[in-house]
C-alpha cells in the first residue's frame, strides 16, 4: 500500500473520532421495531417515521425518530437533534 493511502486511512480514523464534523442532512432508514420494520426518514431537518404512532399522534416523533436522534447525536442540525417533546423525555440525552 502506498504512503499516501496510508495517510488517508489514518485521517479517516481520526474523523471518524471527530463525529461533530458530520452533519446528515437527509437521510432513510429501515428501522427493526419491537413489532414490525419502519421506514425512518429525515427530509430537510424534518422526521417521519411509517409507525402508527408517528401517524397518530401530532407531536411528530416516536420512538424510532427518538433512537434515531439519540444514534447520530451530533452529526444532526440543531432542528432535526431536538424537539420540545423530546428534550422532555430525556432531558440526559441533551447534556
Ligand atoms: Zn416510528
Redesign the pocket.
Known amino acids: 500500500m502506498n504512503s499516501s493511502i496510508i495517510g488517508k486511512i489514518e485521517k479517516a480514523h481520526r474523523y471518524a473520532r471527530e463525529p461533530e464534523r458530520v452533519r446528515v442532512q437527509n437521510l432513510e432508514a429501515s428501522f427493526r421495531g419491537g413489532h414490525d420494520d419502519?421506514t425512518?426518514r429525515l427530509t430537510d431537518g424534518r422526521w417521519a417515521?411509517s409507525?402508527h404512532?408517528?401517524a397518530s399522534h401530532a407531536v411528530g416523533t416516536?420512538?424510532?425518530?427518538m433512537a434515531m436522534q439519540q444514534l447520530l447525536g451530533v452529526m444532526l442540525s440543531d432542528d432535526a437533534r431536538y424537539d420540545r417533546d423530546t428534550e422532555l423525555a430525556a432531558p440526559a440525552a441533551t447534556a
Not at 416516536?62 to 425518530?65: D, G, M, N, Q, R
Open positions: 419502519y425512518v417515521c409507525c404512532t408517528f416516536c420512538s424510532h425518530v
